[in-house]
Nanobody, 112 residues
Framework: QVQLVESGGGLVQPGGSLRLSCTAS????????MSWYRQAPGRERELVAG???????NYAESVKGRFTISRDNAKNTLYLQMNSLKPDDTAVYYC??????WGRGTQVTVSS
């Protein structure tokens, strides 16, 4: 059974940093494209960043230069390093494996 568990969210001031983690179980991590999505209140869920099994990455324009996605296949863990956070980054952040599997999300709130 595939399970994705996000952690690392919280409240941070504008300009601050957070690192999100997503730990996967079920044996699919190393062969799956992994992604981070986010959903703010009243808005559609949007792609933040993705990473291929070999480490090729892509980012939403709104986070380029501020966020970094990475993966540790030995630990079955996906990361999202978020720097220079803005209030517009406030959302629930979700981990996705392949096209089918989602975590339950972790709340990120950027506010002074």
């Amino acid at each position: 059974q595939v399970q994705l568990v996000e952690s690392g969210g919280g409240l941070v001031q504008p300009g601050g940093s957070l690192r999100l983690s997503c730990t996967a179980s079920g044996g699919i991590f190393s062969s799956s494209r992994m992604s981070w999505y986010r959903q703010a209140p009243g808005r559609e869920r949007e792609l933040v960043a993705g990473i291929s099994p070999r480490g090729l990455t892509n980012y939403a324009e709104s986070v380029k230069g501020r966020f970094t996605i990475s993966r540790d296949n030995a630990k079955n863990t996906l990361y999202l390093q978020m720097n220079s956070l803005k209030p517009d980054d406030t959302a629930v952040y979700y981990c996705k494996a392949g096209v089918l599997f989602w975590g339950r999300g972790t709340q990120v709130t950027v506010s002074s």
